[in-house]
């Protein structure tokens, strides 16, 4: 099992900026990925970002790249994403997952945190 706690969502205006955290907890970390997900009032659940912290490697959904960036601290277990340059369409909850290294499916998920982007 894997426990995480999404934080630090919040209201902004346009332009921006807002810092997601992701704890950890449980199974060992060597066993699973995290990633970004959301999910805007009326849509689909969608992809922001993940990273491989094994490889070190990030990838980013191209309607945030260039403007969100993945994180992670180890030592800590916990994922962040930085996300400048906010657009209203940005509004969702976003989720922070677990990805099980072996199955490859996103097994665990956050309670999810919401990001309002409003003037």
């Known amino acids: 099992q894997v426990q995480l706690v999404d934080s630090g969502g919040g209201f902004v205006q346009p332009g921006g900026s807002l810092r997601l955290s992701c704890a950890a907890s449980g199974r060992t970390s060597r066993s699973y990925d995290l990633a970004w997900f959301r999910q805007a009032p009326g849509r689909e659940r969608e992809f922001v970002a993940s990273m491989s912290r094994s490889r070190g490697t990030t990838y980013y959904a191209s309607s945030v790249k260039g403007r969100f960036t993945i994180s992670s601290d180890n030592a800590k277990n916990t994922v962040y994403l930085q996300m400048i340059s906010l657009k209203p369409e940005d509004t969702a909850v976003y989720y922070c997952?677990?990805?099980?290294?072996?199955?490859?499916?996103?097994?665990?998920w956050g309670q999810g945190t919401q990001v309002t982007v409003s003037s």
């Open positions: 997952a677990a990805e099980d290294l072996v199955s490859r499916r996103y097994d665990y």
